[in-house]
DNA sequence: CTAACGTTTGTCCAATCGGTCAAAATTTGC
DNA sequence: GCAAATTTTGACCGATTGGACAAACGTTAG
């Protein structure tokens, strides 16, 4: 099932690297149906025939860029292990996640443009690998609970609980930004963000009596 | 400021509720630019001119449809009152967030499309209306956190996660439905969640010891 | 140096886009 | 029942869309 990756010059790689830069900013803030050609080649510097040299179809850039986005976006899933303590396990995942919303909030507003249209071009994957890893994390999630380690609840809706509030400062962060206001709406709001969330996790909100 | 509403016949308005609908299933999917007049009048049941003889421009379906959501999408937040018990008061703003991503999982979308190409048309809402009132709702939650009523912690970014995990039901459901599968994807996942959530925002993860 | 190969560009195309307009069809007020 | 007002339609417009193509331009290996 391995597509062999086809001889590149040295030219194509750099040009192909500079039109996938520039098509995720064009694709992540306007969707692929919004988002034309003529953009994402004007945000690459360079005429619109010599990027479909590159790129023969507007759907093969978007592809690659959503096969590229994938592996790494599950990768701190896929570190979540039964080793060590479960509520730092679950602690740092969070933590990964919330870091991945801060330093990649194109690839995040990628995805979201995706599903939020149905998912019409990654619809295999989700019921296939995400859905395998998630029904594989959500056992080992579930063991801790069985061990007393952290509190019975549902694993899978702990998960998309945890890919909601930290993608949320990527996805929603003009609103997230308008709504803290220009103090608290800096490079301090992550860390905000990060407090919250560890406290909300691990403790709630109930106070202690 | 109150625009007076213009007067119309009984056609005016079926005709032009019968758009509204058809144009929420079609922005809400496809995000402003990537949504087409055609597409609407083909799912209102209507040739393109006939469409535009009820809004000139495609915008002004756009913007009605945002004015009207707006209201109703911030009603829940607004009902947030400082009587009754703080955590019971959070836990059914909470599920009525959770209700209105199952009951209208569309008007959830097209605001999502707004917000993740930059909110263009409603920023100075966002800055202004919707600021006000979650500056003003997070008074209510700190003075609730002073009187020991619920554990200090942002109350900003408390309202940032209950909308992140709402939301998510709505803007995120195909990737939800694909993960949780046919068995556990059906109608019971809004229970579930409900049930997770309540647990999650309440005690955390922390296992009573 | 030059021939082969890789890259870039201008031009062009059919399809689709948002929107206009006048005429036809229908509804409404009397 | 009829005239006025409203609604619907088809034909059309210029602009933009994704993409094709051959010609021009660079680069590189021998």
Chains 1, 2 share one sequence.
Do not use: C
């Not at 953009?39 to 023969?56: C, D, T």
């Amino acid at each position: 099932m391995e597509i062999p990756a086809p001889r590149r010059t040295r030219i194509q790689q750099e040009k192909r690297e500079l039109i996938l830069e520039a098509a995720l900013e064009v694709f992540a803030t306007n969707g692929f149906r919004g988002s034309t050609i003529d953009q994402i080649a004007e945000a690459a510097g360079m005429s619109k025939p010599n990027l479909l040299y590159y790129f023969r179809r507007k759907e093969d850039i978007h592809e690659t860029l959503m096969q590229r986005l994938l592996d790494t976006w599950l990768a701190p899933l896929r570190e979540l292990d039964d080793v060590g303590d479960p509520l730092t396990e679950l602690r740092s995942y969070i933590r990964r996640k919330l870091e991945m919303a801060r330093d990649f909030p194109r690839e995040s507003r990628l995805f979201a443009n995706e599903i939020l249209q149905g998912a019409p071009r990654i619809m295999p994957m989700l019921e296939g690998e995400l859905k395998t890893l998630v029904d594989e994390k959500a056992a080992v999630i579930k063991g801790w609970m069985r061990a007393g380690k952290i509190a019975p609840t549902d694993p899978w809706h702990l998960i998309f609980s945890i890919w909601a509030t930290t993608q949320h400062y990527a996805d929603f962060d003009v609103q997230v930004r308008a709504v803290l206001g220009p103090d608290r709406g800096g490079d301090g709001r992550f860390e905000d963000a990060a407090r919250f969330l560890e406290q909300l996790f691990i403790d709630g909100l109930k106070p202690k009596s």
